[in-house]
């Protein structure tokens, strides 16, 4: 039976020696942090699902690259190696492949970066994927198996969710996992222009509520009343009826995590079931109180409309990690002070603070590269959320790091992050139940 090795590169990076200094000081960023690194490779264990039963599976977490999971890897002599990353992470994945390959393992890559730089990545393995995984997988195997893998596989259609596997959570073991991965919808109607996220796999799609509880009766057959992280990039953007995904979430009776912008805050249809079904916490993209990106779209609205929105989600016993991207258009010392001090009295359950950055695809790269803004000394290890990559426009690129962490300190020192806990504690005692 040919044997499949599965690599995910799980984690979260940084390049900056101060900001690996103060990610680790400050409790807040540390937890969410080691949270983001134990969560399951979904799109690894959708393909897992998909795969023909004569082929045996092996899945491997890797927060780093190093000699023992290379020789791990070799030790299953696999018929082929699928590897997962994402582009702070993509330089390592070209090196395990380049390891692999030099024992005569064959590879396969893919994910959002090499589906934006498939030439790229051509040079370190013997195919790599395009665009959604499930499009192409089986024909990637059956090449695979026949021994003519071609360099680079393109869907001919973007998948339809309605055929969604059901993810072989066996895979992960029996360790004990703080929280499960589960997607309900796949990219985003919105076109923000720094977002590197699966919108740019594809169009935005939703996954029938009937694949969604099938999904979920596979999660809660391993923990009885799981935590989940919704993979989604804005889990009630489209048209489909969000009460059947919402009462196919409270049947379940988990607990989980997601992503939407503010606009739900004006849904009452939505607002009045959310945490019943289970929310625990929304991130929501406030994004700058300065910058206006391009593509917002229809979540494009004066400060005060957004905020009114976050209060009505939290009013309703949901908290909201308010998202902002730092660096923009417009963005200066006195911007960042500015936000600072807004962080500082802002209503919001916690914060998270992040760099634009010019991911591969997007039009904000597009824009930049133009430009000649790019910085040519920082590699694909730099695009981690916290390290800078291009030329800011009203400040050198010194001033925007240190201006970063130094809101970065202030917004997660020990009284906001107390108060913010605070805040958090106010908003679930509004639930019927408290969240774990």
Not at 28 to 38: D, E, N, P, V, Y
Not at 215 to 223: G, K, M, P, T
Not at 303 to 322: K, T, Y
Not at 353 to 371: D, K, Y
Request: proline content about 7%.
């Amino acid at each position: 039976m040919p044997h499949l090795a599965m690599i995910a590169l799980s984690g979260v990076r940084v390049r900056e020696s101060e900001m690996i200094a103060l990610g680790m000081a400050l409790p807040g960023l540390h937890s969410r942090g080691q949270a983001i690194a134990a969560l399951p490779a979904l799109g690894l264990l959708t393909l897992a699902g998909m795969t023909p039963d004569r082929w045996t599976i092996s899945y491997h977490d890797a927060p780093v690259v190093h000699e023992q999971l290379v020789a791990a890897v070799l030790a299953e002599r696999p018929a082929l190696a699928a590897i997962s990353a994402l582009t702070a992470s993509i330089t390592e994945a070209y090196a395990l492949a380049d390891a692999l390959r030099g024992e005569g393992i064959r590879v396969v890559i893919g994910g959002l970066h090499a589906s934006m730089c498939p030439e790229e990545a051509s040079a370190h393995a013997d195919a790599v994927v395009v665009g959604d995984g499930e499009s192409s997988w089986l024909e990637v195997l059956r090449d695979a198996e026949s021994g003519s893998l071609r360099p680079v596989y393109r869907p001919t259609r973007p998948f339809d969710l309605a055929q969604s596997p059901i993810p072989r959570y066996d895979l992960l073991g029996p360790r004990e996992r703080p929280r499960f991965t589960l997607q309900t919808a796949r990219g985003c109607p919105l076109a923000c222009e720094f977002c590197g996220a699966s919108r740019l796999l594809g169009p935005f799609r939703e996954k029938p509520a009937a694949c969604i509880e099938r999904e979920l009766d596979a999660i809660r057959s391993r923990v009885r009343r799981p935590v989940l992280e919704l993979a989604d990039d804005n889990t009630f953007a489209g048209r489909r009826d969000a009460g059947e995904l919402l009462g196919v979430l409270e049947r379940s009776g988990v607990r989980y995590f997601t992503e939407a912008d503010w606009r739900i805050g004006e849904r009452p249809e939505i607002l009045d079931r959310l945490a019943a079904s289970g929310c625990v916490q929304v991130l929501v993209g406030v994004e700058s109180i300065v910058s206006r990106f391009v593509g917002l779209g229809a979540k494009a609205a004066p400060l005060p409309r957004v905020m009114e929105a976050v209060q009505r989600i939290q009013d309703h016993g949901v908290a909201v990690i308010a998202c902002f991207v730092v660096g923009g258009a417009g963005e200066d010392l006195d911007s960042i002070g500015a936000l600072a001090e807004f962080l500082a009295a802002a209503p919001f359950a916690d914060v998270q603070l992040t760099l634009a950055t010019p991911f591969p695809g997007t039009p904000m790269r597009h824009a930049l590269e133009r430009r000649g803004r790019l910085l040519g000394d920082r590699g694909w290890e730099s695009y981690t959320l916290f390290d800078a990559t291009f030329q800011p426009e009203r400040l050198s690129v010194e001033q925007l790091e240190s201006a970063f962490r130094s809101l970065v300190q202030t917004t997660f020192g020990p009284e906001p992050t107390k108060r913010r806990l605070g805040i958090r504690q106010s908003v679930w005692a509004r639930r019927s139940e408290a969240p774990v």
